[in-house]
């Protein structure tokens, strides 16, 4: 395992905040916007879907993102997802997808409400990042397809039946960046559900999917039952994020990431030699962790191997920390 030194300021922060970031972190995760605190975002979609049809777009705007989800920091950027037509279930090309933002920002360049930032036809998933004047949020529109907004629905609902998790991501979020750990928030979040997974405190997206009748977005299975319990997935209850620290920090720092995919679909690891080939994948990437939905997508691919091996290792010096406070 690499060592990593810091400076005794460093380390007094860090020492600090593994006493006492639990309290930060509960504070921190009662102002994350949730889905039920959305409703005084609507009025955004409500003008988009607006400017949109006075320009013969006609549209349903879905949310999606960290605001849903609970995740958000500070102002984060809205997600919008625009459904024109049949892309909420039939994903349109990147080229589509483009020709359909072109459109969406034609029209809202002759709005009042929006003012376009910056448009990114040639990405892999175009984007059209928009600012709504009123109040200056920031909003990030795909015409991709309905994948994210599943995704985001099924994970709000987990996160709804174990609402320890946003406090529980809040207080690692805060540790990751204290450590100078360069990861994602996202990201940050799958390797908590992960964790949780391997507990027995978040069922498999497999679980949650089976003997349901069958629905896709593209190749990728999405139906789910958002009255279903926790009981009836057979996973437990969580009482208190703290309690679950200690066993973070100790499980990442066994996890032996250069041999391993990560598979939240699954709900285990899976061997990178035994996983199926997928030409987009990325399998060499020193952080694999398979999509929650789209498996042939590496969620951990922008991960350098210098975070992972400071992960790891920082995770082992808070174990040794945390146990030795008692």
């Not at 605190?37 to 006075?54: G, K, Q």
């Not at 979020?173 to 100078?180: D, S």
Request: aromatic share 14%; with cysteine.
């Amino acid at each position: 395992m690499v060592k990593f030194s810091f400076s005794a300021k460093i380390q007094r922060k860090l020492n600090w905040y593994l006493d006492r970031g639990h309290d930060i972190a509960l504070y921190t995760s009662r102002y994350s916007a949730g889905r039920s605190e959305m409703t005084r975002y609507d009025n955004v979609s409500l003008f988009l879907e607006r400017a949109l049809s006075m320009h013969n777009l006609t549209s349903t705007v879905h949310y999606f993102g960290s605001r849903v989800s609970g995740t958000s920091v500070g102002r984060s950027d809205i997600d919008f997802f625009v459904e024109i037509g049949d892309n909420f279930c039939s994903p349109n090309s990147q080229e589509e997808a483009a020709k359909v933002l072109r459109k969406i920002k034609n029209a809202i360049d002759k709005s009042h409400e929006f003012k376009v930032e910056i448009f990114l036809p040639k990405a892999t998933v175009p984007l059209l990042k928009v600012v709504y004047l009123k109040t200056d949020f920031k909003c990030d529109i795909v015409a991709s397809s309905g994948l994210s907004v599943r995704l985001c629905e099924i994970i709000n609902h987990l996160n709804s039946l174990q609402p320890q998790i946003i406090p529980l991501f809040h207080y690692i979020r805060i540790w990751i960046h204290l450590c100078g750990i360069n990861i994602k928030r996202y990201v940050q979040f799958l390797l908590i559900f992960y964790y949780l997974q391997q507990n027995n405190y978040m069922p498999s997206i497999k679980n949650i999917q089976k003997n349901l009748p069958k629905e896709f977005i593209g190749d990728w299975e999405v139906q789910f039952d958002p009255s279903r319990t926790l009981q009836s997935y057979g996973v437990k209850k969580m009482t208190n994020f703290v309690n679950h620290i200690v066993g973070y920090f100790r499980f990442y720092s066994n996890v032996k990431f250069e041999e391993l995919v990560l598979s939240i679909y699954e709900g285990k690891c899976i061997k990178r030699s035994e996983y199926k080939k997928y030409d987009t994948f990325k399998i060499e990437k020193p952080l694999c962790m398979a999509g929650v939905l789209d498996q042939s997508f590496n969620s951990g691919q922008t991960v350098s191997k210098t975070a992972m091996q400071k992960f790891s290792g920082m995770c082992q010096l808070s174990v040794e920390f945390l146990i030795q406070r008692g």
